[in-house]
């Protein structure tokens, strides 16, 4: 399971999250990760799609987390990836910085959470991209069956 931050034009648009070029990067993403986009499950924290496509607030954040929790009670995935900053905030349901949470051990509802940049993000900072690889890397430990 991806989440994103909240829907953007494009998304708003066409009702489906990253269908623009961040979504053509997370496409790559995935791809990268052995898997196709149709095994996966991609939604956003946000609900709707903030005026002037401002990042959203901690209000918006948590009114949507029942929609939110709905979703992943609903999927069940395996692991969930949380793409840019408000993924991880709703998830935690706290202020905090993905610089902070790239790197920690973090679960929800007994499933394990990988924080990485959101594709828009690293298509202004290119350079990030060797970052965010490392954490789908470890990401994609916890997809492969043991043996």
């Known amino acids: 399971m991806f989440i994103g931050e909240a829907p953007g034009y494009y998304e708003?648009?066409?009702?489906?999250?990253?269908?623009g070029n961040s979504g053509k990067l997370l496409?790559?993403?995935?791809?990268?990760?052995?898997?196709?986009?149709?095994?996966t499950y991609i939604c956003?924290?946000?609900?709707?799609?903030?005026?002037n496509n401002r990042t959203p607030?901690?209000?918006?954040?948590?009114?949507?987390r029942k929609f939110l929790d709905y979703q992943i009670d609903v999927v069940s995935p395996k692991i969930i990836i949380t793409l840019?900053?408000?993924?991880?905030?709703?998830l935690m349901n706290k202020n905090v910085y993905l610089k902070d949470t790239r790197n920690m051990h973090i679960t929800y509802k007994s499933i394990r959470?990988?924080?990485?940049?959101?594709?828009s993000y690293l298509m202004r900072y290119?350079?990030?991209?060797?970052?965010?690889?490392k954490d789908i890397e470890k990401a994609t430990v916890f997809l492969k069956p043991f043996s």
Request: aromatic share 6%; hydrophobic share 35%; net charge positive.
């Open 12 to 19: 708003d648009v066409r009702g489906k999250p990253f269908v």
């Open 84 to 90: 840019g900053r408000t993924a991880i905030v709703s």
């Open 57 to 64: 607030n901690l209000h918006e954040i948590k009114k949507c």
């Open 44 to 51: 956003n924290a946000v609900m709707c799609r903030p005026r």
């Open 126 to 133: 290119p350079l990030k991209k060797k970052d965010a690889w």
């Open 27 to 39: 496409n790559n993403i995935i791809e990268s990760m052995g898997l196709k986009r149709k095994e």
């Open 113 to 119: 959470v990988f924080s990485t940049f959101h594709p």
